[in-house]
């Protein structure tokens, strides 16, 4: 059997060693087989994993023209141009596309998939914090895709964590500060290790010190707790994981009466919507997400198992400024 599609009627007819119909009734029909016939067939069908394509019954493809894109947190504003950008180009190429939010839960991911097996040609999953194994397992079963995950043998498109880190780092340090602290999303987050191994190397070289603060949600109130921990630490600017989290940082601060960035500088990552008119407005790390959106879905309908690094853009506001003596 060919394992990188779906499971047929067929297949399980073959494996069952009756006919066709004599499945089809089995399954959808029961009454109308014998109990030992139905208890067979519906064994090898959980056995083949086979799950009914209730879209593409009847058509001679058994495809069915959808894609399904899953997000880590559809209330971030990261998500909007991402979304945009794979409906352009599945549209574009006569597919209708899916979205389903996973709340940054790898089991709650694993389930929607499942969910949506029967009713889409393949997935783009964004983030997606599941266990190589797990991907691996799915990707036998429909094309995939991965943003901001890069896994040897899959289609994927990251942006450039190095070169972010580079010019976040080379931005603070000319500003004169060197004790910095990183605060760190979720642990199981590719983009999270990447950028933590990339400001400690980036740091060393420039001679300035980072610790790594967290865990903390990639969220407002995740930034909020975030603040403190950050002043806690002593250091003189604070890079966080996105920039919901720096945005609840700056909240954070000025309610502490800390001045930003008299006191602390923040920098934050993804340009989302808003991060140019929060107060302060917000030192973050820009990336064509758009274009990301339809790079992944062009490479998933071609199957093509490449990498694809998008450029990063460090945008300085007025969250980021020369260290001082005084916190405020």
């Excluded at 987050?189 to 610790?211: P, Q, T, V």
Aim: glycine share 10%.
């Amino acid at each position: 059997m060919d394992h990188g599609r779906a499971v047929t009627l067929e297949d399980v007819a073959r494996e069952a060693g009756v006919a066709v119909s004599t499945v089809s009734r089995a399954l959808s029909r029961p009454e109308r087989v014998s109990a030992r016939t139905r208890e067979h067939v519906q064994a090898v069908a959980r056995r083949l994993d086979y799950r009914p394509n209730l879209l593409a019954r009847g058509l001679p493809s058994g495809r069915t023209r959808m894609l399904a894109l899953l997000v880590t947190d559809i209330t971030n504003p990261h998500q909007f141009g991402l979304i945009r950008g794979a409906e352009t180009q599945a549209a574009a190429a006569g597919y209708t596309l899916v979205l389903a939010d996973s709340r940054g839960l790898p089991e709650l991911e694993a389930e929607l998939a499942a969910r949506l097996a029967s009713s889409v040609d393949g997935y783009v999953l964004a983030s997606s914090r599941r266990p190589d194994d797990e991907l691996v397992e799915l990707r036998g079963r429909r094309p995939l895709a991965l943003y901001n995950r890069e896994l040897a043998g899959f289609p994927s498109v990251v942006s450039d964590q190095d070169d972010s880190s580079r010019q976040i780092v080379g931005h603070l340090v000319a500003l004169g500060h060197r004790e910095l602290a990183y605060l760190g999303g979720p642990r199981n987050a590719w983009a999270e290790n990447e950028r933590w191994a990339a400001l400690a190397r980036h740091s060393r070289a420039a001679g300035a010190e980072i610790a790594r603060l967290g865990p903390f949600p990639p969220t407002l109130e995740g930034g909020v707790a975030a603040a403190d921990v950050g002043l806690a630490a002593g250091a003189t600017a604070l890079v966080a994981f996105n920039d919901l989290m720096a945005i609840g940082v700056l909240r954070r601060l000025e309610q502490r009466g800390v001045a930003v960035p008299g006191a602390l500088s923040v920098v934050g990552h993804d340009d989302i919507f808003g991060a140019d008119f929060c107060h302060p407005p917000l030192t973050t790390v820009a990336s064509p997400v758009e274009e990301a959106g339809r790079a992944l879905v062009g490479l998933l309908l071609d199957n093509r198992p490449d990498t694809l690094v998008l450029p990063t853009e460090l945008r300085v506001r007025t969250s980021t400024g020369p260290v001082r003596n005084s916190r405020g």
